[in-house]
């Protein structure tokens, strides 16, 4: 027969048994609810910066050169399309340069925007894309204490989460050759841009070339 002092061990160890039971169970909703929302969060924020990175790789290519000023709006808009539907995007100041750093929802979002544009290697535009990521269900785990602080603004029971692309950019030269010398519904090329050239030969009669150098 059970004595009664056994019986207390055993509701002893029952109790202990369900509390760390559900300690490891508090543990995993944490994982499964904060580890989902960062999955979805993280691709959120990288399919904004990829599609930022292209914009605004796309817009360096444009000849003649654009200011930083536009190249810049034209990554942020598309920043903003994917991140906020609907929101009006920000202008960016005239005048701004190679860097730009911008700052959205009370200084919870920062995006970093930086162009360069070299004479003689490729172009490049990059977007870097930081988040203060907000604790949900971890809270209750013990990372209530942990924050991110962007632009001097701390948040707490979160972390900085950040995404980050870069575009390659460059405008290939290439010749194009004019062979047609019968066909009068082909008139000559007409060019935008200066200083383009277009060079014929005998007179137009026998086509010409033209090079995309210095040219819209």
Same mark, same amino acid.
């Given at each position: ?97 190679? &860097?730009?750093? @911008? ?10 925007? %930086?162009? #360069?544009?070299? *004479? =003689? /290697? ?11 990521? &907000?604790?949900? @269900? ?10 991110? %602080?962007? #632009?001097?603004? *701390? =948040? /707490?029971?979160?972390?900085c989460l950040q995404a980050r692309a870069k575009m390659w950019a ?44 210095s040219m819209n």
């Amino acid at each position: 027969m059970m004595t009664r002092n056994r019986r207390r061990k055993l509701a002893g160890q029952a109790i202990l048994i369900m509390t760390l039971s559900i300690v490891v169970l508090t543990g995993l909703l944490a994982i499964a609810v904060d580890g989902g929302m960062i999955y979805l969060d993280k691709r959120r924020l990288q399919n904004a910066s990829d599609s930022g990175a292209l914009a605004g790789g796309d817009a360096t290519e444009t000849l003649p050169l654009r200011s930083y000023t536009s190249i810049h709006q034209t990554a942020l808009t598309e920043i903003y399309h994917n991140l906020f539907p609907g929101t009006a995007v920000p202008v960016v100041p005239v005048g701004a340069t190679a &860097t730009y750093t @911008a700052y959205a929802l009370s200084n919870t979002y920062q995006f970093t925007l %930086t162009a #360069n544009i070299a *004479n =003689t /290697t490729w172009d490049t535009y990059q977007v870097v894309i930081t988040e203060a990521h &907000t604790f949900f @269900a971890a809270q209750a785990i013990g990372f209530s204490s942990s924050g991110c %602080t962007i #632009n001097a603004t *701390n =948040t /707490t029971n979160a972390f900085c989460l950040q995404a980050r692309a870069k575009m390659w950019a460059g405008t290939y030269p290439f010749a194009l050759i004019l062979l047609d010398d019968q066909n009068v519904q082909y008139e000559n090329l007409q060019l935008n841009g200066a200083p383009s050239k277009l060079i014929l030969h005998d007179g137009g009669a026998k086509g010409g070339a033209i090079s995309n150098e210095s040219m819209n």
